[in-house]
């Protein structure tokens, strides 16, 4: 698609393609997301993952069984978030040299700083199990609950909980500094993606029944064999 027939569909697209030096002419898949907007928009992607799991987490209204299955994932889950917003605060604070916003993040401490005095075992726990599960064939060097008491990292729900409200926090106010070049970023986002986006011709209901299908059929054959 060239320019002149998109902009009856995008007049921001146009605005960005005509104001970046080297763009005029070029088709809209020239958009580039410049590195601040890149950060503003895996801020915004750490926090709507964890904008999920708080609304699940609401709408099942846990019981005591269930509770507890819930922390240990809520545990996983938020170690690999938690150890992508310290990258993405520390790149951002490389990467932006405008005292603006190195102002803003000084004000910010109180949500940034109880993740960064946990960072060496977020790192350890996300690296060592959640990224890789150790070395494959080994037995494990160290379990997750010995380094959770080595680094004295928090582990109930509520730590988990508030660390996690922390990183959303940050993120929101980030935005809401630059709200004009989060909503910029997240419209190069929307643009620079694929049009079609679908891959499968599975509906809900068919995939489950053909999962149901194919464990049905590994079971049998395993009685077969009489190995179970």
């Known amino acids: 698609m060239t320019v002149k027939k998109f902009q009856k569909k995008n007049t921001f697209v146009m605005n960005v393609l005509m104001n970046q030096k080297g763009l005029r002419g070029h088709s809209f898949e020239m958009i580039k997301l410049t590195k601040f907007e890149a950060d503003l928009v895996r801020l915004n992607w750490i926090e709507s993952r964890f904008q999920y799991m708080f609304k699940e987490y609401q709408k099942a209204m846990p019981k005591k069984n269930f509770d507890f299955s819930f922390a240990s994932i809520l545990r996983e889950y938020a170690m ?134 194919t464990y049905k059929q590994s079971e049998n054959k395993l009685k077969r064999l009489k190995l179970i």
């Not at 959770?148 to 909980?161: A, C, H, R, V, W």
């Open 80 to 213: 690999i978030q938690l150890l992508n917003f310290i990258e993405a605060r520390k790149n951002m604070k490389k990467t932006i040299k405008q005292k603006r916003f190195h102002n803003i993040d000084k004000v910010l401490e109180p949500q940034w700083k109880p993740i960064f005095e946990h960072e060496k075992g977020i790192r350890e726990i996300r690296n060592s199990y959640l990224g890789h599960i150790q070395n494959w064939g080994k037995s494990f060097e160290i379990t997750i609950e010995e380094l959770s008491e080595q680094y004295q990292i928090p582990n109930t729900k509520g730590d988990m909980l508030f660390l996690i409200s922390c990183v959303m926090q940050y993120s929101e106010l980030i935005r809401k500094c630059y709200p004009t070049e989060s909503i910029n970023a997240r419209k190069k986002v929307n643009l620079l993606k694929p049009t079609n986006t679908v891959r499968g011709v599975l509906s809900n209901t068919i995939a489950m029944t053909k999962a149901l299908d």
